[in-house]
Every structure is written in C-alpha cells, then in structure tokens.
C-alpha cells in the first residue's frame, strides 16, 4: 500500500504515541501483545521512525481497544503540536 507520497510509510509522532501509552497506564511491550505488532517496530515508532500503514492501522486499532486510566488526562499533558519532520 503506497501513501499519497508513494513512499509506502507513514510519519508517526513520537511524542504523541508516549502520550497514548501514558494515559492508558500501558507500556511499548503491551501495546505490541495487544497490536500484533512486533516490540521493534513500536520501539522504532516510539523514536520518530516511519512505519508501514499496516503497522499503524494495528497500533492504532489496539489503543482504541485499550481504555483510559481515570482522570490520566488531567495529570499527564498533551504533546505540543510542533511539526516535526519524520526520521527516516
């Protein structure tokens, strides 16, 4: 599957996958029992590295599975909005 660049990987902000993984009180290792996907390519996306779609569409579908701590919003801020471009 090819993105609109064609280049075939997705850009995935490292920040914001920590923000996920925080506020449902789970770690890399549990998203990749959960996903399906394995603890290297989480670790990889956890430090800015472009994934395949197929990766992505897996890691976001398992935290849409995995809930939300109680109240983790109100302790743990959001990443900035900065625009970051992707490490390859």
């Known amino acids: 599957m090819k993105?609109?660049?064609?280049s075939g990987v997705v850009?995935?902000?490292p920040d914001r996958l920590a923000y996920e993984l925080a506020i449902r009180g789970v770690t890399q290792r549990r998203l990749a029992e959960v996903s399906g996907?394995?603890?290297?390519?989480i670790s990889?996306?956890?430090h800015g590295r472009q994934l395949r779609?197929?990766?992505?569409?897996?890691?976001?579908?398992?935290?849409?599975?995995?809930?939300?701590?109680?109240?983790?919003?109100?302790l743990i801020s959001q990443p900035r909005a900065e625009t970051k471009?992707?490490?390859r």
């Open 37 to 41: 996907v394995t603890a290297f390519t």
């Open 53 to 74: 779609p197929s990766s992505l569409g897996k890691l976001t579908a398992a935290l849409l599975e995995i809930p939300l701590l109680p109240g983790s919003e109100l």
């Open 85 to 87: 471009k992707p490490k």
């Open 11 to 13: 850009p995935v902000d």
């Open 3 to 6: 993105t609109a660049s064609g």
């Open 44 to 46: 990889r996306a956890g």
